[in-house]
């Protein structure tokens, strides 16, 4: 009988909600969510927790370790992968600074041998030679030759070419911006 008195209840309630909205006495409110009504103990008997939930209860703290045990193992793995990435790239790093010493070697002996060659010819052939090439390496051509070579070099050379190597010699980069003699 409990549950019919309820539903009456309800009924007329809503029935004075609607027509006191409907004549605007009160205003319309949000409602707060409906709660379960509290199971009577006598009623309704408690009823036991599924399989799964108990399986789940039962084991969550064994995966949760083996969780643990995987995620370390996977660290491990992940750090050793990275040690042996970091080695191989030392090696190769390793290497290529080889390469380029012996580059470098190579092209110093190459060079020595173009200064040695350029400071044997003619004045008028070594100016020649110089003319036509990059600023950069007819001043270091002529930075390593003897100063009396050198200089009967650039007397052999256009006034405007010798004048320009000898600018850059000196360090002026830009003999617009620098006159001071």
């Known amino acids: 009988m409990p549950l019919q008195m309820n539903r009456s209840r309800g009924v007329a309630l809503l ?66 992968r990275l040690r042996e990435r970091v080695e191989q790239l030392q090696r190769k790093e390793r290497e290529f600074e080889e390469w380029v010493k012996r580059r470098e070697d190579l092209l ?36 390593k030759l003897k100063a009396r070579v050198a200089s009967s070099i650039l007397d052999e050379m256009e006034p405007s070419r010798a004048a320009q190597l000898t600018q850059s010699m000196m360090g002026l980069t830009d003999p617009e911006a620098q006159r001071s003699f």
Do not use: F, H
Not at 37 to 64: F, G, W
């Open 15 to 80: 029935a004075l909600a609607a027509v006191s909205i409907a004549i605007g006495v009160l205003p319309a409110q949000a409602q707060a969510p409906r709660q379960k009504p509290v199971p009577d103990q006598e009623s309704e008997a408690v009823v036991p927790p599924a399989d799964s939930e108990l399986y789940c209860k039962n084991i969550a703290e064994a995966a949760s370790d083996a969780r643990m045990r995987w995620q370390t193992w996977k660290l491990i793995s992940l750090e050793a």
């Open 108 to 143: 110093n002996e190459v060079e020595d041998q173009v200064v040695t060659i350029i400071g044997r010819m003619r004045p008028e052939a070594a100016a020649a030679q110089l003319s036509t090439t990059d600023e950069q390496a007819a001043v270091g051509v002529l930075l």
